[in-house]
């Protein structure tokens, strides 16, 4: 199946910094990207959706000015969390969506863990 | 409001015995429905996949069933093992090619532990 790698894996970084997390597809191209984030026993909650050279979408309730997403190409989006606080520690998880596909499959990366101190 | 509700929450279940875990939804229009699994610190791997007209698709031992008319899919494991233990979300995808924009909605998942 196609493959969507993040990094980093996991990051510690100190409070106030930012940290940016790269989603790519590895073997196919990905005209819609999508970003999650995961809270500990928590289903995963749609951050943003971001199609390549254009704004990313945010859902209700997330600040487009601290959770930073650039889609540069199709296999390729980035998410920068600026000005990071204890509470934005959490599980980070982007999906890909092929273009081409009838059955309109989405492929989720590994995740990164981020933890704020 | 597009929903997606899972059952049970947490199941423990012998190494070698057989599970079922359910899933209810109200998703409109509905295109798909998906079974992943999760590992803990991972993320969500797929399982299968079903369209409107697919009532059953295997992978495996995994065996996953869809009722449309019911608007229940069911995910049956069977034989254990103790690499089975992770988080089986139910996810239902809404939307149309037509349109071109699907909207994903999901389960909270159950919580698989397998014990020898």
């Known amino acids: 199946g196609a493959v969507v790698s993040q990094h980093p894996s996991r990051v510690i970084c100190k409070s106030g910094t930012s940290v940016k997390i790269e989603c790519r597809s590895l073997d196919f191209q990905a005209t819609t990207m999508f970003w999650y984030r995961q809270f500990p026993k928590q289903s995963l909650m749609l951050m943003a959706t971001s199609n390549e050279g254009s704004k990313a979408t945010y859902e209700q309730g997330v600040e487009k000015d601290k959770f930073l997403i650039n889609h540069a190409s199709l296999t390729l989006s980035t998410l920068t969390v600026t000005s990071a606080h204890p509470e934005d520690s959490s599980f980070y998880i982007c999906s890909a969506r092929t273009s081409h596909s009838t059955k309109e499959t989405q492929y989720f990366g590994p995740g990164t863990r981020l933890l704020v101190l | 409001k597009n929903q997606v509700e899972q059952s049970p929450q947490s199941l423990i279940i012998l190494e070698g015995k057989n599970c079922t875990l359910q899933?209810?939804?109200?998703?409109?229009?509905?295109?798909?429905l998906r079974w992943y699994k999760q590992d803990t610190g991972r993320g969500p791997v797929s399982l299968t996949i079903?369209?409107?007209?697919?009532n059953t698709k295997s992978n495996g031992r995994y065996t996953a069933t869809l009722d449309a008319d019911t608007k229940q899919s069911s995910l049956h494991i069977t034989a254990s093992q103790l690499s089975d233990s992770a988080s089986y979300i139910c996810?239902?995808?809404?939307?149309?090619?037509?349109?071109?924009?699907?909207?994903?909605?999901f389960g909270k998942g159950t919580k698989l532990s397998v014990i020898p």
């Open positions: 079903m369209t409107f007209s697919e």
């Open positions: 996810v239902v995808s809404a939307g149309s090619s037509g349109a071109g924009s699907y909207q994903l909605t």
């Open positions: 899933c209810n939804y109200t998703v409109s229009p509905f295109s798909n």
